[in-house]
């Protein structure tokens, strides 16, 4: 199976900073990559699919790229209200494996 | 509108059973997938399989194949999943969730969280 790893597990940064999140996966699957918020408490949260596009009511600080192996979530101005773990999940065939997460708090 | 609702919690002992269901209404049951995910308290999310409630078809982890088994009943828009031989490590919250259009969860069941103690 395609394993999933995430970099860093953890960061922390100021409001306004720019945060990029690295997923990487054992083989190349194409642009068949995910990734979702999730706040304490709640289920998780579908920002980016076909690891590039928006989910519909997305705020727009929120990007992703990449395709293959190497893919990257970035928030170009960070808020409050991002505080939260993000997973990255391929999609291309089961199974659907997520990363281990990478929790965002505000420094 | 779209929605998902689980059953509540379940405490169950090592080696139990324990079957989840899930509740859709708001789209036509039959026509889109469900997906299974779990979470132990303070953890990552674990993907454990899929199911076509149209076919009855069904994809596993292969880490749950074995002991876990993916169901639906069409008339009652129910999807349920049955987890055997329970192990401490399977105390976790468990999420049915639909896959939409672009092949993702896009609706999410409340969550069922599983206790597996003695």
């Known amino acids: 199976d395609i394993q999933m790893t995430q970099s860093p597990s953890s960061l922390s940064a100021s409001v306004g900073d720019r945060v990029t999140i690295t997923c990487r996966a054992s083989?190349?699957?194409?642009?068949?990559l995910a990734w979702y918020q999730q706040k304490p408490g709640k289920v998780p949260k579908l920002l980016i699919y076909?690891?590039?596009a928006l989910q519909l009511g997305v705020p727009s600080r929120f990007s992703g790229s990449g395709s293959g192996t190497e893919f990257t979530l970035t928030i170009s101005s960070l808020q409050p209200e991002d505080v939260a773990t993000f997973y990255c999940?391929?999609?291309?065939?089961?199974?659907?494996?997520f990363g281990p997460g990478t929790k965002v708090d505000i420094k | 509108q779209v929605q998902l609702v689980q059953s509540g919690a379940e405490v169950k002992k090592p080696g139990a059973s324990v079957k989840v269901s899930c509740k859709a209404s708001?789209?036509?049951?039959?026509?889109?997938?469900i997906n299974w995910v779990r979470q132990a308290t303070g953890q990552g999310l674990e993907w454990m399989g899929w199911?076509?409630?149209?076919?009855?078809?069904?994809g596993y982890a292969q880490k749950f194949q074995g002991r876990v088994t993916m169901t639906r009943n069409t008339s009652k828009s129910t999807a349920y999943m049955e987890v055997s031989s329970l192990r401490s490590d399977d105390t976790a919250m468990y999420y049915c969730?639909?896959?939409?259009?672009?092949?993702?969860?896009?609706?999410w069941g409340q969550g069922t969280l599983v206790t597996v103690s003695s």
């Open positions: 969730a639909r896959v939409g259009y672009n092949l993702l969860p896009d609706y």
């Open positions: 708001g789209y036509t049951f039959t026509s889109f997938d």
């Open positions: 199911m076509n409630p149209n076919s009855g078809n069904t």
């Open positions: 083989q190349g699957i194409s642009n068949f």
């Open positions: 076909a690891a590039s």
């Open positions: 999940q391929k999609y291309n065939s089961a199974p659907l494996t």
